[in-house]
């Protein structure tokens, strides 16, 4: 199973971007990366994934190397409401279905 | 658009006592699964259905069974609650089970205390 490695805490000032990077280095092939959030005892909330093409929606941009061994989640002006636990996942298909590997996560703590 | 919804949110029970966790998505997703998160342990995957009539053990399914109900429903039953499974439950679903370029979508969870 492909691991991913993340800083455990990072913290930001609301309004400017939050960097979140990940390591992933035995990432294989056809494997994406998916990042999630996770806001007190909520359920993982899905932000954005990718496969070697940097990507964007709403929420945020991630960013992929071009080894795909990292990437990094940018929340382009970040709000009080982005402080979560951010998962960077890569999923791993076992008999058929999604296996979450998640790594430990980064506590992300926005500061007015 | 309520995403997927699970009931209880809370559940306190007695050693061997049973319940149902209920879940329903409405997204029109073929897959829907079954994850219990314990401190330390990430999220691990109990049951999943990669579509309707199909179920299929994951990670950790002793103690469990399920139900896929029809497209939209799909229930976890603890015949006899143990206090080893006290944890936060959630229910997910995805388009398709089998492909990697799939987003799982959460609910909000079930805290469950055996005691």
């Known amino acids: 199973d492909a691991k991913t490695t993340q800083p455990p805490s990072m913290d930001c000032a609301e309004g400017r971007a939050a960097n979140l990077p990940c390591n992933h280095s035995t990432i294989s092939g056809n494997e994406y990366v998916y990042w999630y959030r996770q806001i007190h005892s909520q359920g993982p909330q899905y932000i954005i994934h990718g496969l070697k093409n940097n990507e964007t929606n709403e929420m945020a941009s991630l960013i992929i190397t071009e080894d795909r061994k990292s990437s990094t989640l940018i929340l382009p002006h970040a709000t009080l409401r982005d402080t979560a636990v951010y998962y960077c996942i890569v999923r791993v298909r076992i008999q058929g279905a999604q296996k979450l590997v998640f790594g430990q996560g980064t506590r992300l703590t926005i500061n007015p | 658009n309520a995403g997927v919804t699970q009931t209880p949110k809370f559940q306190v029970l007695k050693t061997g006592q049973s319940m149902t966790l209920q879940c329903a998505q409405d997204?029109?997703?073929?897959?829907m699964y079954w994850y219990r998160q314990d401190p330390g342990m990430g999220l691990r995957l109990i049951y999943y259905s990669a579509s309707e009539g199909t179920t299929d053990k994951g990670e950790v399914p002793n103690g469990y069974n399920v139900s896929r109900l029809n497209k939209r429903e799909f229930s976890l039953r603890l015949e006899s609650a143990a206090p080893s499974q006290t944890s936060v439950y959630f229910c997910?679903?995805?388009?398709?089970?089998?492909?990697?370029?799939?987003?799982?979508?959460f609910g909000n969870g079930t805290r469950l205390t055996v005691t």
């Open positions: 997910a679903s995805s388009e398709f089970a089998g492909s990697y370029n799939s987003p799982l979508h």
């Open positions: 997204m029109n997703h073929n897959s």
